[in-house]
Nanobody
């Protein structure tokens, strides 16, 4: 059973950067993803990275955010640059360990979720 713990959230001014971490314990997930949920809005996909594949990103963050993984350390990072107030949200790490399920953008693809970490960007 995979467990996920995020860290690295905080407050930053517009144009700044933050780096989030997600550590998986229990087993090495097949696919890991980042989602975010702003106050009063639905949870939205940020990006994914499979164990060996390239990363994929939502249009809203493409070119500003970068996902990386260290397989041996069971860790995934989300480097966020050029942050704006629209990026303010709780950021969640998600994962699954099922081969063939794919690394999609639907929240239902993932069976394990972290507790979330708050990112606040002030203008």
């Amino acid at each position: 059973q995979v467990q996920l713990v995020e860290s690295g959230g905080g407050s930053v001014q517009s144009g700044g950067s933050l780096k989030l971490s997600c550590v998986a314990s229990g087993e090495n997930p097949t696919c890991m993803a980042w989602f975010r949920q702003a106050a009063g809005k639905e949870r939205e996909w940020v990006g994914t990275k499979g164990r060996l594949g390239i990363a994929a990103y939502a249009d809203s963050v493409n070119g500003r955010f970068t996902i990386s993984r260290h397989i041996q350390k069971n860790t995934m990072w989300l480097q966020m640059d050029s942050l704006g107030p629209e990026d303010t949200a709780i950021y969640f790490c998600a994962a699954h360990s099922t081969l063939g399920r794919g690394c999609g953008s639907e929240a239902g693809t993932y069976v394990t979720w972290g507790q979330g970490t708050q990112v606040t960007v002030s203008s």
